[in-house]
């Protein structure tokens, strides 16, 4: 399950293929994406051509036109690769906040839209560190200045609600819940864990997703809470994180960390 701005290597193997076989790649059907209401509706969203979004529809048609016997092997081991814990950050008990919500034409980080000159304390992260990020939906407090929705998705003691429902913000909230795919810029990160409620349209998506390796884009659907072990080792300086939904980082849904 790719979110805009994800990115995928594929090794395609069409060894036993005869001469003249087509194959296509399709995008296959999902849901739960859009605020449920707004799926019963109808309005899933139109791409260009009319395509209604979650609708199966083909990416790519490759043809096998020849062939040949010097067709390379995939390599063992690709690169090197450490899977990282809880346990590699230094505040696995306090993990940084980056709260979801969503106004009418107002998407918000932890309650707050884009600042160039501003960063808040939840946002300054020592170089060298490697820090525990939790990524939730808070729209019960996504009006609120100065970063106050950050609490949200939390239980007492910092740990994650395992019905991610419950921080929805009632009847308001539940309407505005849709899927963000969330972007940090700097070094890529792990995903550590996932908790979201047991619903038909995740249950559409949950075995499509790649959190075995390095990312920097992670879809988080509606009401999930996704955990994250992120890096800050290489540089210092001011790096974005934001949401990829194009018209969601235009109407200001990112901030920026400052690494010191």
């Not at 087509?22 to 296959?28: F, V, W």
């Not at 090197?80 to 969503?102: C, V, W, Y």
């Given at each position: 399950m790719l979110a805009p701005g994800e990115r995928i290597d594929l090794w395609l193997d069409f060894s036993g293929r005869a001469v003249?076989?087509?194959?296509?790649?399709?995008?296959?059907?999902?849901?739960?994406?859009?605020?449920?209401?707004?799926?019963?509706?109808?309005?899933?969203?139109?791409?260009?051509?009319?395509?209604?979004?979650?609708?199966?529809?083909?990416?790519?048609?490759?043809?096998?036109?020849?062939?040949?016997?010097?067709?390379?092997?995939?390599?063992?081991?690709?690169?090197?690769?450490?899977?990282?814990?809880?346990?590699?950050?230094?505040?696995?008990?306090?993990?940084?906040?980056?709260?979801?919500?969503?106004?009418?034409?107002?998407?918000?980080l932890n309650g707050m839209s884009f600042a160039m000159d501003r960063v808040v304390e939840a946002e300054k992260v020592p170089l060298g560190s490697i820090k525990k990020i939790r990524i939730f939906h808070d729209h019960s407090r996504g009006g609120h200045r100065g970063g106050m929705g950050m609490m949200g998705g939390m239980r007492h003691g910092g740990d994650a609600d395992p019905n991610p429902e419950h921080d929805m913000g009632g009847m308001g909230g539940a309407m505005m819940n849709m899927a963000h795919p969330i972007h940090l810029h700097g070094q890529q990160y792990q995903i550590l864990s996932r908790h979201a409620a047991d619903t038909d349209g995740y249950a559409s998506v949950k075995d499509g997703f790649i959190d075995s390796g390095w990312k920097d884009t992670v879809l988080v659907m509606p009401g999930e809470v996704v955990e994250i072990a992120k890096p800050f080792q290489d540089y210092k300086g001011l790096f974005l994180y934001h949401c990829h939904n194009l018209e969601h980082e235009d109407l200001g849904m990112m901030r920026q960390f400052y690494v010191y």
């Open positions: 003249g076989s087509k194959l296509t790649l399709y995008s296959l059907p999902y849901s739960g994406v859009m605020p449920a209401m707004y799926e019963r509706m109808g309005h899933g969203g139109m791409m260009h051509g009319g395509i209604h979004q979650g609708a199966k529809f083909p990416i790519a048609v490759f043809e096998v036109t020849e062939k040949v016997s010097d067709s390379p092997k995939l390599p063992e081991k690709l690169v090197p690769f450490r899977r990282l814990t809880a346990a590699d950050t230094d505040n696995a008990d306090s993990p940084l906040p980056i709260a979801l919500s969503m106004q009418p034409m107002r998407p918000l």
